[in-house]
């Protein structure tokens, strides 16, 4: 134990008394100085050592003090050499910056003893920064400047904080303005020209963010500051970016960027409003600088081994998100954009590749003639297999997303060339189709073809979804091959392919129903792909709006026939339910209906049914039970049934 100390303290600091015991006990003379006193005293400067260096023992300063009174404090420590102890109040922030343990009586243990550890000090425009800086807007710190993150332990709490935090971000979306800064990153000559709407500087604080955010270990004896820089290219950044604080993941924010040096110094053409632990401030050229191992501390036994020593060589820089480009900057200047904006060089290579799909080439007339003819093949077969092979075979999803990208952008050319593709596609499945059928023997209404005459608005969620997945595909190199599997899950060509199938039949019915099933693949493919980039970036609001009011009557006047038809459906499924629990008799016989199906002609209900009896039933039977439907049903029924024997 030390043989003398000096205490700073504020006179009702409450763990005071149990200090001056502890230290009479440890036989610790203790040099009492009221800390207002201290600070209007000046510090005599010496250089940082100590016994171990071959020189006079450190003094040895005992902290029983505000928590905004420490910075100072360490600042003179610093200049003196000195060794900082800290004894502390219920709910100071000492406790978990430094990892000490709650009862004071532990704490003064701590604080007496003569181990001490080196950390880096961190200045701030020459303050000392005692936990954490914050610049500007920053989602993950509250009005005090202090990381939500840890405020709440448990998960519900912590949902519930986010949701708070959301709430209060969504009310100021519009507020949201990005600031253009000039960023001198350590030893950098040039500076990096950006535009942040907020940075946050750690210093004892950074276990607070560095694991949910930064996906790396962060210490307060590493030589370096680290910081956080909130760059988000539209609101939709900054909110995911706000997700990620609270529930965590394995990579660093798109919004997010990261430094750790020794220097940075943030310049901008007029004043920041920052933050230095909680305290208010304003320049228009910040400077963080860490000194490090300058203080010399007694922290709790677990603060070493979270905080272990090390002096990097280099700095890290993880800017790849942090925007440079002037196109960029300038989109800034009116606000944070509600979708992020993809710059030319962002989709060059996608907008080739949408005008290489858009064109009418040979391949793509023959793998439509070929795709057609599997599909009108395995519809007739009714199997399912060969309808799949025709569905990745199809070459019809390109021209639809690049007509998707047409209208969005209104590009008149993409447009027209896509149309284009699209009309010649539809043309040579119908036509193809329509031979097929002619030329074929038979006309079998397959449960393939019957399935795809009465579209819903079921359908038309799968197209939506369909095109979004296109959409995204088209848009992430990486996921390209996922293509195949979105043409089997919207499948445009047995549609068309049923469609001319209908014209070699003559068949109205089987024509329309299928066409309008192709039309609502179109339709909701091409809207929700447009939505897609919208939101991608690919064209700001303002241009978008005209093609997206289009396909929102284009969808809008589908919906309604696809309504009816999800009407019908929903209808027909509630009767065979209906008829499935029904008890009937016929005579002394309890009839049960055994896979019933229902096919509705206006008011009348057609149902087709097995029906289970020990003998066989006579017309006069089968009238009964016709009867009881018609009763049940309320409605006029056709009834066709199969009897099945039981005993």
Not at 42 to 69: F, K, T
Not at 341 to 363: G, I, Q, S, W, Y
Not at 484 to 506: E, Y
């Amino acid at each position: 134990m030390l043989a003398r100390a000096r205490l700073i303290f504020r006179a009702d600091h409450p763990a005071l008394e149990t200090l001056r015991r502890c230290a009479h006990r440890a036989g610790t003379a203790l040099d009492e100085v009221e800390v207002t006193a201290f600070l209007e005293t000046p510090v005599e400067v010496r250089a940082v050592g100590g016994a171990e260096d071959g020189g006079a023992p450190p003094p040895h300063w005992i902290l029983a003090v505000d928590d905004e009174q420490v910075p100072p404090i360490m600042d003179r420590a610093a200049r003196a050499g000195s060794v900082l102890g800290f004894v502390t109040a219920p709910g100071s922030v000492l406790l978990r910056l430094f990892e000490l343990p709650k009862k004071v009586e532990q704490q003064a243990r701590i604080a007496l003893c003569e181990k001490t550890i080196k950390v880096d000090l961190t200045r701030c425009n020459d303050e000392v920064v005692l936990a954490i800086a914050a610049i500007g807007d920053v989602p993950f710190l509250d009005h005090r400047g202090r990381p939500f993150l840890r405020m709440q332990t448990s998960r519900w709490r912590r949902w519930m904080l986010t949701v708070g935090v959301y709430w209060n971000t969504v009310r100021h979306l519009f507020d949201i303005r990005p600031t253009a800064v000039r960023l001198h990153i350590g030893e950098e000559e040039k500076p990096r020209r950006t535009a942040v709407t907020g940075i946050v500087v750690l210093e004892n604080d950074a276990d607070q963010l560095s694991n949910s955010l930064l996906g790396e270990r962060l210490s307060a004896r590493d030589g370096r500051l680290s910081a956080m820089l909130v760059a988000p290219a539209s609101v939709t950044a900054y909110l995911a970016a706000l997700g990620r604080a609270a529930f965590g993941g394995s990579k660093l924010p798109r919004a997010l960027s990261f430094v750790k040096t020794r220097r940075l110094r943030v310049e901008s053409d007029r004043p920041l409003v920052y933050r230095l632990d909680g305290r208010r401030r304003s320049a228009e050229s910040i400077e963080f600088r860490v000194e490090p191992g300058a203080l010399r501390i007694k922290p709790g036994p677990a603060f070493a081994e979270d905080h272990p020593q090390g002096n990097d060589a280099k700095d890290t820089l993880k800017l790849r998100t942090l925007p440079e480009n002037e196109a960029r900057l300038a989109s800034f200047r009116q606000g944070l954009p509600l979708f992020t904006h993809a710059l030319e060089e962002d989709f060059k290579d996608l907008f080739l590749l949408l005008r290489d799909n858009a064109r009418v080439t040979p391949d793509y007339v023959i793998l439509m003639i070929l795709s057609t003819l599997i599909a009108g093949l395995g519809l007739v077969l009714g199997s399912a297999a060969v309808i799949i092979g025709a569905m990745v075979l199809a070459p019809l999803m390109a021209p639809i997303v690049s007509l998707a990208m047409g209208v969005l952008r209104r590009d008149s050319g993409l447009m027209q060339d896509s149309m284009r593709a699209i009309g010649v596609g539809v043309g040579l499945a119908l036509a193809a189709a329509a031979v097929l059928a002619f030329v074929l023997p038979l006309r079998p209404l397959t449960a393939e073809i019957e399935s795809r005459l009465h579209p819903s608005l079921l359908d038309l969620g799968v197209a939506v979804f369909s095109g979004v997945a296109a959409a995204y595909a088209h848009s992430r190199e990486s996921i390209m091959k996922s293509l195949p599997g979105v043409a089997i899950a919207v499948a445009l060509v047995p549609p068309l392919a049923v469609s001319g199938i209908g014209i070699g039949w003559g068949d109205t019915r089987v024509f329309g129903g299928a066409m309008l099933l192709f039309l609502t693949n179109l339709v909701g493919i091409s809207a929700a792909a447009a939505l897609t980039f919208l939101v991608l970036g690919y064209a700001p609001i303002s241009r978008a709006a005209k093609g997206l009011r289009l396909m929102a009557i284009a969808t809008a006047a589908l919906a309604l026939p696809l309504y009816w038809s999800l009407s019908g459906i929903v209808e027909v499924w509630n009767i065979e339910t209906q008829l499935r629990s029904l008890a009937l008799q016929a005579g002394e016989h309890a009839i049960r209906l055994t896979d019933p199906r229902v096919q509705l002609q206006g008011d009348l209900v057609v149902v087709r049914a097995v029906a289970g009896a020990p003998d066989w039933l006579d017309a006069g039977q089968a009238d009964v039970i016709k009867q009881q439907l018609e009763t049940a049903l309320d409605r006029p029924v056709r009834l066709e049934l199969e009897f099945r024997l039981v005993r």
